[in-house]
C-alpha cells in the first residue's frame, strides 16, 4: 500500500510515566510529524499555585520548540480557572480538559470520565470554564461513563459551548481500553457538532490511520498513544516522511535513555525507558521473548542486553503486534 500524504493534523496523546518532558524533547527532535505533544495531566488545587513536579514538566525552558498542550484534570472551574491563567502567563497558546481519564483513583472523586456519570457537574464547570477562560480550551472525552447511548446527551452539553477542538475516544469508563471503538459514536459527533474533531483510539499502525481517514474524511486530527510509542516514526511516515527503521529506533533509544541518565537516578531511569521498550519491541518479529527479557530486568546493564539482543535478532514488522498485560 502507498503512503498517505495528507493535510490530517496528528497529535501524540498523553501517557503517564512515558510522554514527560524529557521523552517529548528527544522525540520532537528525532522525528517529524507530530503536530501536538499532549502533555500527561496535571491536577489544579485550591492553593492556585504549581507543585515544583508540575512545574517541571510544563514550565517553558522544558518544551522550548516543542508544540506541548498542557493537560487539567480536574471538576472544579475555579481551580481549572487559576490554572488555565498561570499557563497563560507562561505563554501556552491552549489548553486541553480531561474527561477521559477511565482510572478508578480519579473517577472516584468526580474528575476524569467520573464527570461523565454526572452531567449537572459537568454543566458547572463548563460554564466556569468557558466564561472565564483567557485561553481556547479543548476537550478529551469518552462518550460515556457505563453506556454508549449517554454521548446523545454529552453532544446537546458540548454543542452549547465554544469548544476550540473535542478530541473523542469512543469508548465508555467502563470500557477502559478493552473491546472495539464505538466508531459510529464519532460519527454522531460529526452529524452534531460544527467544531473540528479529532480522533483517538485503537490507531496502531499506518493502515489503522487509513482506515479511519477513509471513514470520516472530514476528521482535523488523529490522537495516537501506544501506537506511537511502539512506532515513534509513525506520525513522520504518515505525513510522507521516512517510516520507522531499526538504525533510526536504535539511535532515539540510545538518545533517550543518556537524557533519562542525565536527569533521573538509575531505578527511575530504568522504569521509564522499560515502559518504552514494552511498546516498541512490539513492532519486531517473535517479541515475546524480548519484552519478557526487558519485563525482567532489574538493572540497566541487564536491560541493554536485552536491547542488543532484540536488535541484533529480530527485524521489524509494519504493524506492531502488541502482547496482553
Not at 78 to 102: I, M, S, T
Not at 117 to 136: H, I, K, Q, T, W
Not at 169 to 183: A, D, L, N, Q, S
Amino acid at each position: 500500500l502507498g503512503r498517505v500524504v495528507s493535510v490530517m493534523h496528528y497529535y501524540f496523546a498523553p501517557m503517564e510515566g512515558v510522554t514527560g518532558a524529557v521523552y517529548r524533547r528527544t522525540h520532537h527532535e528525532f522525528f517529524s510529524g507530530v503536530d501536538k505533544y499532549f502533555m500527561p495531566f496535571i491536577t489544579p488545587t485550591t492553593n492556585e499555585k504549581l507543585t515544583p513536579r508540575q512545574k517541571r514538566d510544563v514550565l517553558p525552558e522544558y518544551n522550548e520548540g516543542v508544540p506541548a498542550v498542557p493537560q487539567l484534570l480536574t471538576k472544579s472551574a475555579a481551580d481549572c480557572v487559576w490554572a488555565v491563567n498561570a499557563l497563560h502567563d507562561l505563554g501556552y497558546p491552549e489548553v486541553n480538559l480531561n474527561l477521559g481519564c477511565p482510572s478508578g483513583t480519579v473517577t472516584a472523586k468526580g474528575k476524569g470520565s467520573g464527570l461523565l456519570a454526572d452531567v449537572p457537574a459537568l454543566e458547572r464547570l463548563l460554564d466556569g470554564v468557558f466564561a472565564r477562560s483567557p485561553l481556547p480550551v479543548s476537550i478529551k472525552t469518552r462518550i460515556g461513563y457505563t453506556r454508549p447511548d449517554e454521548f446523545d446527551r454529552l453532544l446537546d452539553v458540548f454543542a452549547r459551548y465554544p469548544i476550540h477542538e473535542l478530541i473523542i475516544h469512543p469508548r465508555t469508563r467502563v470500557e477502559f481500553y478493552k473491546g472495539t471503538p464505538h466508531r459510529e459514536a464519532f460519527a454522531k459527533a460529526h452529524a452534531a457538532l460544527d467544531r473540528p474533531l479529532c480522533y483517538n483510539g485503537d490507531l496502531f499502525c499506518e493502515e489503522d490511520c487509513r482506515e479511519l481517514m477513509r471513514q470520516f474524511p472530514n476528521t482535523r486530527a488523529l490522537m495516537l498513544g501506544r501506537g506511537l510509542i511502539a512506532n515513534p516514526a509513525l506520525a513522520q511516515s504518515l505525513g510522507g516522511g521516512e517510516a520507522l527503521c531499526k538504525a533510526s529506533l536504535r539511535t532515539f533509544h540510545d538518545r533517550l535513555l543518556a537524557a533519562y541518565q542525565a536527569k533521573y537516578p538509575a531505578h527511575v531511569t530504568l522504569g521509564r525507558m522499560r515502559e518504552i521498550a514494552k511498546h516498541f519491541v512490539c513492532c519486531f518479529d517473535a517479541p515475546e521473548k524480548p519484552r519478557k527479557a526487558i519485563r525482567k530486568a532489574t538493572r540497566i546493564e541487564a536491560y541493554l542486553d536485552a536491547i542488543d539482543r532484540l536488535f541484533a535478532e529480530h527485524e521489524l514488522n509494519e504493524t506492531p503486534r502488541f502482547i496482553a498485560e
